[in-house]
C-alpha cells in the first residue's frame, strides 16, 4: 500500500493503521527495510538496505539503531557491536576495513575510543587507548609474528619492551571486556524479548476486538 508520503509499506497495522508487527516498507528514494514496526516506527529487529549499497541488520528503537547490530559500509567496510541512537557505541565492536584491517574495542559516538586493538594490513598489531579516534597515552605493538613488542606513545612506536608483559597487558584487556560484552548481550536479548512479547500483545488485544 503506498502511504501520504510515496513510501509502499506491505504487512501487519494497528487500530490507527499504522505500520504494526513485521512488515515490509520501501522508500519513495529507494531505502528498504523488512522486520518490525511498532506504531508506524522501525522498533525491534530488521534490516535496512540504502541505494549506495549499504545494509543494516540488527536492532532497532523508535526508527534508530539501538542495540545490536550489523552495518556494512557501502565501500564493503563492516562494523559489528553495539549502537546508541544510531552511532557505534560499543565495549568491544569490530571494525574490518576492505583493505584487511581490523580493530577490535572501544567505540563511542561513532569513534574509536577507549581500549582496543588495531590490525594492520601487514599483521601487526597494536593495543592502544583511543580518544575520538586518536591514540593517547601509553600502548604496545607486536611484529607480525607476534615474536616483539614495542612501546608506543600516543601511537608512535618507540622503544622495544618485554615481550610478557606486553602480553600480558593484552590478557588484562581481554578479561576486562568479557564481563562487559556480557553485559552488552544480556541487555539485547532483553530488549528483543521486550519488543517481541510487546508485539505480541497487540497482536492478540486486536484478535479478540475482531
Given at each position: 500500500?503506498?502511504?501520504p508520503?510515496?513510501?509502499?509499506?506491505?504487512?501487519?497495522?494497528?487500530?490507527?493503521?499504522?505500520?504494526?508487527?513485521?512488515?515490509?516498507?520501501?522508500?519513495?528514494n529507494?531505502?528498504?527495510?523488512?522486520?518490525q514496526?511498532?506504531?508506524?516506527?522501525?522498533?525491534?529487529?530488521g534490516k535496512?538496505?540504502?541505494?549506495?549499497g549499504?545494509?543494516?541488520?540488527g536492532?532497532w528503537?523508535?526508527?534508530e539503531r539501538?542495540?545490536?547490530?550489523?552495518?556494512?559500509?557501502?565501500?564493503?567496510?563492516?562494523y559489528?557491536?553495539?549502537f546508541?541512537k544510531?552511532?557505534?557505541?560499543?565495549?568491544?565492536?569490530?571494525?574490518?576495513?576492505?583493505?584487511g584491517e581490523?580493530?577490535?574495542g572501544?567505540?563511542?559516538g561513532?569513534?574509536?575510543?577507549?581500549?582496543g586493538t588495531?590490525i594492520?594490513?601487514?599483521g601487526r598489531?597494536?593495543?592502544n587507548?583511543?580518544v575520538?579516534?586518536?591514540?593517547?597515552?601509553?600502548?604496545?605493538?607486536w611484529?607480525?609474528?607476534?615474536?616483539?613488542?614495542?612501546k608506543?606513545?600516543?601511537?608512535?612506536?618507540?622503544?622495544?619492551t618485554?615481550?610478557?608483559?606486553?602480553n600480558?597487558s593484552?590478557?588484562?584487556?581481554?578479561?576486562?571486556?568479557?564481563?562487559k560484552?556480557e553485559?552488552?548481550?544480556?541487555?539485547?536479548?532483553?530488549?528483543a524479548?521486550?519488543?517481541?512479547?510487546?508485539?505480541?500483545?497487540?497482536?492478540?488485544?486486536?484478535?479478540?476486538?475482531?
Amino acid at each position: 500500500m503506498t502511504e501520504p508520503g510515496g513510501d509502499q509499506y506491505k504487512g501487519p497495522r494497528n487500530e490507527q493503521g499504522q505500520a504494526h508487527g513485521y512488515g515490509a516498507l520501501r522508500f519513495k528514494n529507494g531505502e528498504f527495510y523488512e522486520g518490525q514496526f511498532y506504531n508506524d516506527r522501525m522498533d525491534g529487529v530488521g534490516k535496512h538496505r540504502w541505494p549506495s549499497g549499504a545494509l543494516y541488520e540488527g536492532q532497532w528503537d523508535a526508527d534508530e539503531r539501538q542495540g545490536l547490530g550489523v552495518y556494512t559500509f557501502a565501500d564493503g567496510s563492516v562494523y559489528e557491536g553495539r549502537f546508541r541512537k544510531s552511532l557505534r557505541e560499543s565495549v568491544r565492536g569490530v571494525y574490518r576495513w576492505k583493505n584487511g584491517e581490523v580493530f577490535e574495542g572501544g567505540f563511542k559516538g561513532d569513534h574509536l575510543d577507549g581500549q582496543g586493538t588495531f590490525i594492520w594490513s601487514s599483521g601487526r598489531m597494536d593495543l592502544n587507548t583511543y580518544v575520538k579516534g586518536v591514540a593517547k597515552g601509553e600502548g604496545v605493538r607486536w611484529s607480525e609474528d607476534r615474536k616483539q613488542a614495542w612501546k608506543l606513545k600516543d601511537g608512535v612506536e618507540g622503544a622495544p619492551t618485554d615481550l610478557e608483559a606486553a602480553n600480558a597487558s593484552l590478557a588484562a584487556f581481554e578479561q576486562a571486556c568479557a564481563a562487559k560484552l556480557e553485559q552488552e548481550r544480556i541487555a539485547a536479548e532483553k530488549a528483543a524479548a521486550a519488543k517481541a512479547a510487546a508485539l505480541e500483545k497487540a497482536s492478540k488485544a486486536k484478535a479478540k476486538k475482531k
